[in-house]
Structures are given as structure tokens and as C-alpha cells.
């Protein structure tokens, strides 16, 4: 029996602007520790809605979030901040940096917060994150200097700098060539078997949820299978 | 926590023009407030350490205007009596065993001297002109151990008092007005129509108008003369004290053991003080108000800053940034503005003051100075410090607030 990281139990969640309209429809999900795993769906579906349910920005919600048996559900915001820091690496559709700052800290930021170990350790797991994305060169540029899909593989690094236990993508790869793709994909696809991290991924890339360990699909906000 | 003031750094950075100009206000605030505060404290106190050093301590002397229980009164306690505007009697002023007093005063070891005097109202006579004034009969050498008056002789020497039978040591103003120098005579009168002549033998400036326009010093026995009063006839004793700030104290002593009138200072000055605390009432409120125009200056900036940024404290907050670092990111920009601009405030204030006590001025009869009088007590430097921080952090504090409880799934959706 594997040991369960993320678990939920009737999550229903609705909108209520312009109309009142329910977005999820009583979502139950079980993720094993160091599953990699797909989530796919038409546009509009609530996949995105779900993923920030899932890493706990989301708190408008009715049911149940655990993860690491730890029920998450009605926590303060500033709880769930920390333990995002610690435990969730997200990678968010729309790659979002802070642009004042070089890629190098963007990376370094929430390690820093974390404050796990000193600055210059930091510096030097950042710059072997960045160095396995491929984007070395970049580290002292200006975030906003950078090009879609080099900003997209910078929140990646950044979202693995804590070695979260979790990590969710929502269309992580979805500004990438197929070469940086499957970096990328090899990179989760390592962490996943070598480090025991689990990987939440939303994607459009048939390849890439092909390959994963197990596909969720979605469908007008409950899951189909 | 490092990371916060990095952050908070960067984005200072980011825009230097618009943090300058935050700071820039403060700056302002400051500078005028520790200039305005160091000329009015340095007036106040260039003022108070004159009226210190020409008056005394504790000022005893006979109260003849002081209530009266009428003679109604007396015979018929307790009854209803009725005495519309009764008037003082005709006493004399005289302190009885005014010397003995004295002795007795200056024995107190919180003494420092006590000296017995009288003074008369009298005209000097100008030609047809005559010249409102008064004479202080005094003992020269106590009232120098006192008042240090052989420090403010202008011209002659104190002791020309102690040779000179008719000597007279006369103000500045009053010699200047008069045109006269050591060695003339002059016929003063008495309201009681006694004129007597007498030779002056010095000129001392205490430098306050109100003092060197109108006083002169003679000898206990010339005043006694001109007034046709015994020897034993003393209207004041004027005692100097260790700690001036015991006077109150003290004059309730002395007043209740010798049944004389006992004034302290702080009373006999009291407008004089109720103008400094008006003056710092002024000043203060002055540099309140530059201080709250430059609070609304950094809380505008901020507001606007956090505006800006709502992207950025998302994504600091979906990383992990709990609401009170954000908070810190952006109370700790206020500080930082409040805390150089404060400190380059000071060092305006500093330049300020410094030019100010550089500039010519002309006291005129009212008090003799050449230059402005200003203060350079650090006090109120770390005043202006505390009150630069203070309002920044109060600026600050909302918009730090509310930048701390922005949500951050509200932003990331909606991008
Ligand atoms: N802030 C919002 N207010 C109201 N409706 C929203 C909001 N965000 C998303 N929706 C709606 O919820 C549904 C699910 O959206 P989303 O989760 O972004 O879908 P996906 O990521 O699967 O494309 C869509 O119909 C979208 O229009
Ligand atoms: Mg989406």
C-alpha cells in the first residue's frame, strides 16, 4: 500500500460572478507519493480552478483537502502560505516573475523565505536548477528581459527550489518547443522516480500525458476518468 | 529576515525618482523643524539665561497691596458685612531686621547669597526733559557675588561705588540716552520732590532693554538719603540659590518662617515663560503640519507603488510570503524614505541653523546681540530623527496593510 500524499473529498466549488455557476462538481482524487501525474481537458473544463484548489490558494471551496494526511480545509491564509513555501512547487499557465529582479533570484526568493539554508547554498541549488533547465546563461538577466518560453522554465526551476513534495504544473510546458518539452518532462519524470516527489500536471501535449503514470481527465468540472 | 529588505530595496531601486521625491519631503519636514526649534529654543534660552542672571531666585519684599480684612470685619466676625472697594492703608514698605534676615537666609546651605536693597522711583532730569527710571540702593559686593555685575560694566569700575559718597552706576541705555559718561553728574528727583545730584562712576549693560534703559545702583545709604528713611530702612532682599529650580519651594520656606512676601522666579516671570511654551506651541505645530504633508506624500507613493505591483505580491504570496512579510516589504520602503530623508533632514536643519546663527542682527534696545541666538542641543535632533520615523511608519502603516491582505488567487485568476 503506497502512501497517500493528496486526497480529496467532495470538493464543490461554484462562481458566483456574472451568474451563479458551479465550477467543480464533487471532486474525489487520491495521488500516491511520487506519482506523476496528467490532467487533461477541454478549455474551460475547471482544470485551472482545480489546480488552485489543489495547491491551496484557492480556499473558496466546499469538501475536503488533504495533503500529507494533513487536512488543509479552512487553515488561515498565512498557514498555508508557509506551507505552500515548504511542501508546493507551482508552475503557474501564465509564467509569473517578480521582472525586477535577475532569473537567479526569482529562483532564489522563496528559498531565501524558507531560510532552509544559508544564502550562499541557496545560490549555488539555484543555479544547478537553472543549469539543468538549460538556462545557465541566463541567471543574471533581468526576469523580464527573458523570452516566453526562458521565463516559463525559470518558474520552473523556482518552483522546484524548496524539493517540494508536490509539485503542480498548469500547462507547464506549454510555451516550450519539444526539446525544452522533454527536458522538462525528463526532469519531472526524475524527481518523480528518484526523489519520491509527486508531479500534478495539466497539459494539452498528448506525448506528454501519454507518458505519465496515470491520466485524470476532466470534463464541465467533474472528472471523467 | 534579509530576503524582505532585499525585496524592499529593489523595488526602491526600481523607481529612484519617485522614492527621492518621497524622501525629499521628509527631508524638508525635518530641516525646518530642527531650524525653526534651534533659533526659537536658542532665543528662548539666550532670553531666559538673561532674565536668570539679572533677577533673582526668590525676591522678598513687604506686600502692601495684598487683601486686608476690614476693620468690619473684625468687629463683627461672621456677620454680613459689606465694604465696597476698600483701599490699601499707607504702610511703609519697609522690611523690619532686614539685615539680620538676610544673615539668617544666607545660612541655609542651599543659599548662595541674600542681598538686602531698596529701590526708589525717580526722573533723571534731561535738561527740561525728564526720564522715568528707578535706583536700586545695594551693598556693590553682594549684589556682584550675585548678579556678577563687575563682568557687565561697560565703562568705570564697581568699586567706584564704595569711594564715591553720590556715586551712581547707571544702565547703558540710560547713559546713552541721558549722553552721559563716567565722571558726569546728573540730578535725579524723587516722587516725593527730593532732587539730589549725583556722579556717575560706571555704566554696566545687562544686555536686556527693560533692565539697561531704566536702572541705576547706588549705595544702600544714598538711596536711604534720598528718600529721607533710616538706616534700617530696606524694601527688598533678593537671594540667589544653588538650584534655581528649588525657588518654589524655598520662597514657601521663607515666606512662611519671616512673614514676608517670598516671589520664585518662575512666577515673577511667568509671561515671560508663557511666551516660550508659545513659541514652541508655534514651532511644533508648524513642523507637524510640513511632517503630515510629506506622511501624505509616502502614503500616496506607496499606495501607488503597491498598485503597481499587485502582480508581484501574488506571486510572492502563492511562493509562500505570509501577509505580514508583504506587509514588511513595503513598511520597510516607508522606513527607509523616513529614515534617510529624516537623516538628511538633519543634516539640513544643521546647515540651516548654522547660517541662520551666521546672520547679522540688530537686537536693538531690546536686547543687545549682534547675531541670531541659536540653539545647537542634539536633543533636538534626535527629536526630529524620531519624529521623521514616526510619521513615515504611520504613513506606511496602511497601505502596508492592505498590501499584506491583498488575495492572492484573486490576481493569478484573473490575469
Ligand atoms: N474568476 C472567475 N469568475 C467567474 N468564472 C470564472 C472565473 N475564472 C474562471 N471562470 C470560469 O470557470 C470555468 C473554468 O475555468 P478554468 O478553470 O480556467 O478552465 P481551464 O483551466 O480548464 O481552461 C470557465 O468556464 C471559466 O469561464
Ligand atoms: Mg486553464
Known amino acids: ?225 | 529576515m534579509r530576503v524582505i529588505f532585499s525585496i524592499a530595496k529593489t523595488h526602491l531601486l526600481a523607481k529612484p525618482k519617485q522614492s527621492l521625491v518621497a524622501m525629499l519631503g521628509v527631508t524638508f519636514g525635518i530641516g525646518m523643524f530642527v531650524a525653526m526649534v534651534s533659533l526659537m529654543s536658542g532665543l528662548n534660552n539666550f532670553t531666559e539665561e538673561l532674565t536668570m542672571t539679572s533677577s533673582p531666585d526668590i525676591h522678598i519684599y513687604k506686600d502692601i497691596t495684598g487683601e486686608r480684612v476690614s476693620i468690619l470685619e473684625q468687629l463683627n466676625p461672621g456677620g454680613i458685612n459689606f465694604v465696597h472697594h476698600p483701599k490699601p492703608k499707607n504702610e511703609s514698605q519697609k522690611i523690619r531686621n532686614a539685615f539680620q534676615i538676610a544673615e539668617l537666609i544666607r545660612q541655609d546651605p542651599d543659599v548662595l547669597g541674600a542681598a538686602p536693597q531698596l529701590s526708589s522711583q525717580v526722573f533723571y532730569n534731561f535738561g527740561p526733559v525728564q526720564l522715568n527710571g528707578n535706583i536700586a540702593g545695594v551693598d556693590i559686593l553682594e549684589e556682584d557675588k550675585l548678579f556678577g555685575l563687575s563682568s557687565k560694566m561697560k565703562a568705570g569700575e564697581i568699586a567706584g561705588l564704595l569711594t564715591t559718597t553720590n556715586g551712581l552706576i547707571m544702565g547703558s541705555g540710560l547713559a546713552k540716552t541721558l549722553s552721559l559718561s563716567v565722571g558726569d553728574n546728573v540730578t535725579v528727583t524723587t516722587p516725593e520732590g527730593v532732587t539730589i545730584s549725583l556722579k556717575v562712576v560706571g555704566i554696566f549693560q545687562m544686555g536686556l532693554g527693560e533692565i539697561d534703559n531704566i536702572r541705576s545702583y547706588a549705595n544702600i545709604s544714598t538711596v536711604q538719603k534720598i528718600l529721607g528713611k533710616d538706616q534700617g530702612y530696606i524694601t527688598d532682599i533678593n537671594v540667589k540659590l544653588v538650584d534655581l529650580y528649588q525657588a518654589k519651594a524655598k520662597a514657601i520656606q521663607i515666606q512662611s518662617i519671616f512673614g514676608y512676601k517670598a516671589e520664585d522666579w518662575e512666577t515673577a516671570n511667568a509671561t515671560f515663560l508663557a511666551g516660550a511654551v508659545i513659541r514652541n506651541i508655534m514651532t511644533y505645530s508648524v513642523s507637524i503640519t510640513l511632517l503630515i504633508v510629506a506622511g501624505f506624500g509616502i502614503y500616496n507613493i506607496l499606495n501607488m507603488t503597491i498598485f503597481s505591483k499587485m502582480k508581484d505580491i501574488a506571486i510572492l504570496k502563492a511562493t509562500g510570503f505570509a501577509a505580514k512579510d508583504v506587509s514588511g516589504i513595503f513598511m520597510t520602503q516607508s522606513l527607509v524614505i523616513g529614515l534617510i530623508g529624516s537623516v538628511l533632514g538633519l543634516i539640513l536643519g544643521f546647515i540651516l541653523s548654522y547660517l541662520l546663527s551666521l546672520a547679522p542682527f540688530d537686537g536693538g534696545d531690546v536686547i543687545s546681540i549682534d547675531a541670531l541666538p541659536v540653539s545647537f542641543d542634539p536633543l533636538y535632533y534626535v527629536i526630529g530623527i524620531v519624529f521623521g520615523v514616526a510619521t513615515t511608519a504611520v504613513a506606511g502603516y496602511m497601505p502596508s496593510r492592505k498590501a499584506g491582505h491583498v488575495d492572492p488567487i484573486e490576481i493569478i485568476r484573473g490575469i
Open chain 1, 1 to 225: 500500500m503506497k502512501e497517500i500524499i493528496l486526497e480529496t473529498k467532495g470538493i464543490t466549488k461554484y462562481f458566483h460572478e456574472p451568474q451563479t455557476f458551479q465550477v467543480l462538481k464533487d471532486i474525489n482524487l487520491k495521488v500516491v507519493k511520487g506519482e506523476f501525474l496528467s490532467l487533461v481537458g477541454k478549455s474551460g473544463c475547471g482544470k485551472s480552478t482545480l489546480m488552485y484548489l489543489l495547491s491551496t490558494m484557492d480556499t473558496d471551496y466546499e469538501g475536503i483537502l488533504e495533503i500529507n494526511g494533513e487536512n488543509l480545509t479552512g487553515r488561515r491564509a498565512d498557514y498555508l502560505a508557509g506551507f505552500r513555501n515548504q511542501h508546493i512547487g507551482f508552475v503557474f499557465q501564465f509564467h509569473f516573475l517578480l521582472p525586477e529582479f535577475t532569473s537567479l533570484q526569482n529562483v532564489m526568493i522563496p528559498a531565501l523565505k524558507l531560510g532552509k539554508y544559508p544564502e550562499s547554498k541557496i545560490k549555488k541549488r539555484a543555479m544547478e536548477k537553472l543549469e539543468m533547465l538549460g538556462i545557465a546563461d541566463q541567471a543574471e538577466k533581468m526576469s523580464s528581459k527573458l523570452s516566453g518560453g526562458q521565463q516559463q522554465r525559470v518558474a520552473i526551476a523556482r518552483a522546484l527550489i524548496n524539493d517540494p513534495a508536490l509539485i503542480m504544473g498548469d500547462e507547464p510546458t506549454g510555451n516550450l518547443d519539444s526539446t525544452n518539452s522533454d527536458i522538462v518532462f525528463d526532469i519531472f519524470r526524475k524527481l518523480t522516480r528518484d526523489f519520491g516527489q509527486t508531479i500534478i500536471a495539466v497539459t494539452h501535449d498528448d506525448d506528454f500525458a501519454a507518458n505519465s503514470d496515470r491520466i485524470i481527465e476532466m470534463s464541465d468540472g467533474k472528472i471523467v476518468g
